[in-house]
C-alpha cells in the first residue's frame, strides 16, 4: 500500500511540476545561461516548496493551509512584484559568450530564489488536496509513514521533472550563440514580467 502511494506521490510531484510558468522559464534561461547545475537548482528549490505544500496538504495541516490561504492576496502581491522585477533585470541582462562558472553563493541564491518565489503561491496547497482528493488520498486519514511516501514521492517526482528539464536545455546550450542568448534574455523577460503583471492584476481572485 505504501509502494502505490509513493508512486501516487511521484505522479503528483512530477504533474505538479511539469507545466511550464514563470520558474520553468527562469530553470530554462538559468540553465542556458548559467550552465545545469544552476538550472536544476534553480528546479529544486521549486521542488522543495512544492514538497513543503505537500506535506501541509498530506499530515492535514488544516490550521497552516487556512492561515496561509487566507494570506494568499499579500503573498501573491509579493510573488508578483519579484516576478517583474526578475523579468525586467533578465530583459535588460546581458548575455555572455559561455555559461558563467556559477559556485558556492551563485548556486545557493538560484535555489533560495525559486524556493521562495514558490513559496508565494500557498494556492498549490488547494491543488495539492484536490489532486489527492481525486487519488482516493485523505490527508487526515493517511498513516504517519504513508503520508511519509507520499510526500516522499511528490519531492522525486518533482525533482525528476526538473532534472530532465535542465538536462535537456543543457545540451542545446552549445547550439545557441551570443546572438540566441540575446534573445532568449529578451524574450525570457517578457514572460516572466507578464507572469508576474497578471499575478498583480489577479492577486484577489480565490
Known amino acids: 500500500m505504501d509502494l502505490g502511494v509513493f508512486i501516487k506521490g511521484v505522479i503528483i510531484g512530477f504533474s505538479i511540476a511539469a507545466p511550464v510558468g514563470p520558474i ?6 538559468r540553465t542556458l545561461a548559467e550552465g545545469r547545475a544552476s538550472g536544476f537548482l534553480s528546479g529544486l528549490g521549486a521542488a522543495t516548496a512544492d514538497t513543503l505544500y505537500g506535506c501541509i496538504a498530506g499530515f492535514g495541516l488544516t490550521f497552516v493551509a487556512n492561515f496561509l490561504t487566507t494570506q494568499h492576496a499579500l503573498l ?9 522585477m526578475l523579468g525586467l533585470k533578465t530583459f535588460f541582462n546581458k548575455p555572455a559568450s559561455q555559461p558563467a562558472a556559477v559556485r558556492g553563493k551563485g548556486l545557493a541564491a538560484a535555489y533560495f530564489s525559486t524556493f521562495l518565489l514558490t ?19 485523505k490527508g487526515s486519514g493517511v498513516s504517519f509513514w504513508a ?36 534573445w532568449i534574455n529578451r524574450v525570457s523577460g517578457i514572460i516572466i514580467t507578464a ?10 481572485e480565490p
Open 24 to 29: 520553468g522559464v527562469l530553470c530554462i534561461r
Open 147 to 182: 503520508a511519509i511516501m507520499l510526500i516522499g514521492g511528490v519531492f522525486l517526482g518533482s525533482t525528476l521533472w526538473w532534472f530532465l528539464l535542465s538536462s535537456l536545455v543543457s545540451t542545446l546550450r552549445a547550439k545557441v550563440d551570443v546572438r540566441g542568448l540575446h
Open 195 to 204: 507572469f508576474g503583471v497578471l499575478v498583480l492584476l489577479n492577486i484577489f
Open 119 to 137: 513559496l508565494t503561491n500557498p494556492l498549490t496547497i488547494l491543488a495539492f488536496a484536490a489532486i489527492f482528493a481525486a487519488l482516493g488520498i
Open 76 to 84: 501573491r502581491f509579493a510573488g508578483g512584484l519579484c516576478l517583474c
